[in-house]
């Protein structure tokens, strides 16, 4: 018999909160919708890193970017810090990982987890799901689990032919939330038990444009003839890597015992605010949750508190298929400011407005943002370099980015 309840982390990779609130008002993804129902909703959280990699390096850490070193697909986890599957391990669950894309055992985020299985490219919707479930069977029931399982098929956006109409959503992109939502999402939700926690979320947005075939058109012809600038202009407009709101914005859905039911949570909190709050919710207490920069989420479960101000990068790398400049940026008190990392160009945004630079005529609120991004960081550099793989590992690595098609 457990004394601790079992966890359930489902990342949905690209999920941007926008499309969640609009799939459950429609009916389009009833599990996600029930899980609404039976737990709180955080529709305004801020991603770290609007790239996979470095994103789950900040959940799973609770710390930011500079401090865990991983700020590209292609560096690999700091052993200064602990991931959230080291310390639950250490205070005695199963932890078994279901990765997916460039989540992998050279990025470090393999560490803590008793079995990791990597799916690269194996999706969901075919023979795949089979042997996770099978896995999923051969878990111990000795101990409680700790369950991570990464979904990366709204990143290709695929949808079942049964599920590619109208009654599942408007796009593709809607589709192919609906089709997670009913294929495996209930099955998911069900291996956390009924007295188990269950914990949904994005690694990051999506930006999906309404005229997406024109833009990915517009690309295509800059990537044939060469024109970065033209292929910039398309990709800042689609897809994610970028510092955009639906990029930046994720939605959170967390079930289960001693998490109130049927509650919105609409002030900001931020992905770094996980790593305490699980700990809180299983009753752990780890010297090793004194390195996250978050704040436990418990503390919003009775009422609501102010928006928490937000910390996101935006990291690019010319080799890329998208995004080839770095940006950070903080979020707060309805201003978005942003700057590049490594050389000059300063916005600021007054949201939801993304696209007049007002910086020029609020010099204060600049000021003000400025010393709040120098905040995050008490004195470090914030465009300290990142921790790359080793040689070996990172021609690897790049080799299966290529096959996802990212570079």
Not at 110 to 121: I, L, V
Not at 124 to 153: C, I
Not at 250 to 269: C, D
Not at 362 to 381: C, I
Request: charge should be neutral; glycine fraction near 10%.
């Amino acid at each position: 018999m457990t004394t601790r309840p079992n966890i359930v982390f489902v990342l949905i990779d690209c999920l941007r909160s926008r499309t969640l609130v609009e799939a459950t008002d429609r009916g389009w993804a009833p599990q996600l919708a029930g899980l609404r129902g039976r737990g709180t909703f955080f529709s305004q959280t801020v991603a770290t890193v609007t790239t996979t990699t470095p994103s789950m390096s900040s959940i799973f850490t609770g710390t930011l970017p500079f401090v865990h070193g991983v700020r590209s697909l292609r560096a690999a986890l700091s052993p200064e810090v602990a991931t959230l599957a080291e310390v639950l391990r250490d205070n005695g669950y199963a932890t078994h990982a279901e990765a997916a894309g460039p989540v992998n055992e050279k990025t470090g985020l393999n560490r803590g987890f008793d079995r990791f299985h990597g799916r690269f490219r194996d999706y969901v919707h075919g023979p795949a799901w089979k042997k996770m479930q099978e896995r999923f069977a051969a878990l111990p029931s000795d101990r409680p689990r700790f369950l991570y399982v990464h979904l990366f098929e709204l990143h290709e956006t695929i949808v079942p032919p049964e599920l590619d109409h109208s009654a599942y959503g408007r796009t593709s992109y809607d589709r192919a939330v609906s089709a997670l939502d009913h294929r495996v999402l209930g099955d998911l939700v069900r291996l956390a038990g009924d007295d188990g926690i269950v914990i949904i979320t994005g690694d990051h947005g999506e930006l999906v444009p309404r005229a997406k075939r024109a833009v990915v058109a517009v690309e295509n012809i800059g990537r044939r003839i060469g024109n970065r600038p033209l292929v910039r202009w398309a990709v800042e407009r689609r897809g994610h890597g970028h510092i955009f709101e639906d990029q930046v914005l994720v939605p959170l859905l967390l079930a289960g015992p001693g998490i109130p039911s049927g509650r919105h949570v609409g002030s900001a909190v931020r992905h770094i605010d996980l790593f305490t709050t699980v700990l809180d919710l299983v009753g752990v207490e780890d010297t090793r949750r004194g390195q996250s920069s978050g704040r436990s989420l418990v503390e919003l479960f009775d009422h609501d508190g102010a928006d928490r101000p937000g910390y996101t990068e935006a990291v690019g790398d010319p080799r890329l298929n998208f995004l080839d400049e770095s940006f950070l940026a903080v979020r707060h008190d309805g201003y978005k400011y942003v700057k590049r990392m490594d050389r000059d160009g300063v916005w600021l945004w007054r949201l939801p407005n993304e696209r007049k630079n007002v910086a020029d005529a609020h010099p204060e609120v600049v000021a003000k943002m400025e010393t709040l991004m120098r905040s995050f960081g008490e004195g470090q550099d914030l465009a300290s370099p990142e921790r790359l793989m080793e040689p070996g590992e990172l021609a690897e690595m790049e080799e299966q980015l290529k096959m996802l098609g990212y570079l």
